[in-house]
T-cell receptor, first 114, second 114 residues
């Protein structure tokens, strides 16, 4: 069965530090990949997505993620974090076919020290 | 346009009572998901509806949990004989296609079992 692993459960950084959150998935076929973010007190929202093409995907608020097929990874990055990036981040994957349910990772809580 | 709407936003009930949680997806969305998010935990998949296909119930934690989706639109999640461990935020999400479109999440129902 497909699974998504986010090995960093809680990351604490200072403002202006660089960020990389790990995401690995288990499915060997073609996949669609997502990162969602949940800011405190808000609902989950899409940060960025990868379906095909350029494996380096840029999302909102300066975030980007790189799909590395050989490593089954889709790590999220941001060169310089801000206090407002404090949130929980979820990686998710679906198989590249219709009627394929989305599987979420367990999430990574990001805390930014001002 | 309206997003995914969930009701009630908060529900407090006594142990042993039955509860019903409602989700109104975005109009036209064929895929609908229920998740559970416990304090400090990630997203736990519960059930997935896709069009007229049989739902994927593989995430339901026990036979006290059930869900239905009437007319391919509104969905109701029912928890019978609630237990304290059922306390969580129950999230609903919908998408226009389950494989390559992002999910749109509701604000959730915060369920507290006394």
């Amino acid at each position: 069965a497909q699974s998504v692993s986010q090995h960093n459960h809680h990351v604490i950084l200072s403002e202006a530090a660089s960020l990389e959150l790990g995401c690995n998935y288990s499915y060997g076929g073609t996949v669609n990949l997502f990162w969602y973010v949940q800011y405190p007190g808000q609902h989950l929202q899409l940060l960025l997505k990868y379906f095909s093409g350029d494996p380096l995907v840029k999302g909102i608020k300066g975030f980007e993620a790189e799909f590395i097929k050989s490593k089954f990874s889709f790590n999220l990055r941001k060169p310089s974090v801000q206090w407002s990036d404090t949130a929980e981040y979820f990686c998710a994957v679906t198989r590249y076919s219709s009627a394929s349910k989305i599987i979420f990772g367990s999430g990574t809580r990001l805390s930014i020290r001002p | 346009g309206a997003g995914v709407s969930q009701s009630p936003s908060n529900k407090v009930t006594e142990k042993g009572k039955d509860v019903e949680l409602r989700c109104d997806p975005i109009s036209g969305h064929t895929a609908l998901y229920w998740y559970r998010q416990s304090l400090g935990q990630g997203l736990e998949f519960l059930i997935y509806f896709q069009g007229n296909s049989a739902p994927d119930k593989s995430g339901l934690p026990s036979d006290r949990f059930s869900a239905e989706r009437t007319g391919g639109s509104v969905s109701t999640l029912t928890i019978q004989r609630t237990q304290q461990e059922d306390s969580a935020v129950y999230l609903c999400a919908s998408s226009s296609d389950s494989s390559n479109q992002p999910q749109h999440f509701g604000d959730g129902t915060r369920l507290s079992i006394l």
